[in-house]
């Protein structure tokens, strides 16, 4: 977790839980009637999103608000979240603006009052921050998951929080009292414009389709498969013939990437690491033949985009986060503490016995079934 997450974090939970308090205890006063407004579709015009959080997040988020989009195509939707997700919401061609809180924290508060939304739906499962934005953005409708007693008084309609469904089937519940329970599963891919993403990227020149994405995660403790099994995998990948193998990934995973490529030592192996934006991060999986990494923002960009994965899981649930089985391969091993990553925090080990004891033979077995797939 960088400084900037964790302060976050701290503020949310204190400062934002006296406010939560203080707000809660405020809609209670000056509400006369029923707190909760019902919902006429007929009246949507403006429906704001709110979610804080990472990539992952978001992306997951996208099959609810395309349904929205769908369901009301003249509505205006906004999205809250942090600036590091705005690439992610261009690259969705649904939100029609986006509002980011750690950027401008004045002008945002003055957008987010003047906004005039009629739907205010609230995505965030724990921290404070959302459901005061939400609060804050005049929405006589405020839809949240009902999880934090203090939170729960500043939402006019609660909906139940799954922990043991996937993700997008808990955000597609949040939609429910606006659009009704959907028909079919919502799809997990096609949801970004791959016309958006850049044509080219500098310093590469593979043809779509006849390389491996392979992403040797370097970041939270929880997620880090060690760089000798990672140099194995690409091994058998250069020996199998699938391609050629581009590493790619952010600053946090570099000192992994240089230890695979000076293990490996073969020219048909080029390292990215460090080297890319999102968007052009993006243009890279979304073209691959096949895409390897773990629970991270950029495998759940490969699923957005239909790539084929292979999603190594340790900390985190494959439940919640795994890739389509259409299109996905989840690694784990069954270890009693695991999954124990909830609602962003782990539980703190000493040693990370649920990546440790996934071994290259069971990786390799995945990769083999989604390559022949």
């Known amino acids: 977790m960088g400084f900037k997450t964790g302060a976050l974090k701290f503020v949310d939970r204190y400062i934002g839980g006296l406010i939560v308090r203080f707000l809660g205890w405020r809609?209670?006063?000056?509400?006369?009637?029923?707190?909760f407004v019902e919902i006429v579709p007929d009246r949507v015009k403006s429906v704001l999103f709110i979610r804080p959080g990472g990539m992952g997040d978001l992306l997951l988020l996208l099959p609810s608000v395309r349904r929205v989009k769908e369901?009301?195509?003249?509505?205006?939707?906004?999205?809250?979240?942090?600036?590091?997700?705005?690439?992610?919401a261009d690259l969705s061609v649904l939100f029609d603006e986006v509002l980011c809180y750690d950027r401008g924290p004045q002008t945002f508060l003055s957008k987010l009052r003047d906004g005039q939304f009629d739907v205010a739906i609230d995505a965030e499962q724990f921290h404070n921050s959302s459901v005061i934005f939400a609060y804050l953005s005049g929405a006589p409708v405020r839809i949240g998951f009902k999880i934090s007693p203090a939170r729960n008084e500043l939402y006019t309609h609660l909906v139940d929080y799954p922990m043991d469904r996937h993700e997008a089937e808990a955000f597609s519940l949040l939609v429910e009292p606006l659009c009704g329970k959907a028909d079919a599963p919502l799809p997990l891919t096609g949801l970004l414009d791959e016309s958006r993403l850049p044509s080219s990227?500098?310093?590469?020149?593979?043809?779509?389709?006849?390389?491996?994405?392979?992403?040797?995660?370097?970041?939270?403790?929880?997620?880090?498969?060690?760089?000798?099994?990672?140099?194995?995998?690409?091994?058998?990948?250069?020996?199998?013939?699938?391609?050629?193998?581009?590493?790619?990934?952010?600053?946090?995973?570099?000192?992994i990437a240089r230890e695979v490529m000076r293990s490996v030592n073969d020219p048909r192996v080029t390292s990215f690491v460090g080297r890319l934006s999102l968007s052009e991060t993006a243009a890279v999986v979304a073209r691959a033949k096949l895409y390897v990494g773990c629970d991270t923002g950029v495998t759940h960009l490969a699923h957005a985009f239909g790539t084929r994965t292979v999603v190594l899981f340790g900390a985190s649930d494959e439940r919640k986060w795994g890739p389509p089985t259409a299109s996905g391969e989840s690694v784990s091993t069954r270890v009693p503490c695991r999954p124990c990553s909830i609602f962003g925090y782990v539980k703190l080990c000493r040693t990370i016995d649920c990546m440790d004891r996934i071994g290259q033979d069971q990786v390799w077995q995945a990769i083999e079934r989604a390559l022949a797939g």
């Open 27 to 35: 809609n209670f006063r000056k509400t006369l009637g029923p707190p």
């Open 71 to 88: 369901l009301f195509p003249s509505a205006r939707l906004t999205l809250v979240g942090e600036q590091r997700n705005r690439q992610v």
């Open 201 to 255: 990227v500098p310093g590469f020149s593979e043809a779509p389709g006849r390389y491996v994405a392979v992403f040797p995660y370097g970041g939270a403790r929880g997620k880090v498969w060690p760089a000798g099994r990672w140099a194995e995998i690409v091994r058998r990948l250069l020996a199998l013939n699938a391609g050629r193998v581009t590493l790619v990934g952010g600053d946090d995973s570099s000192m």
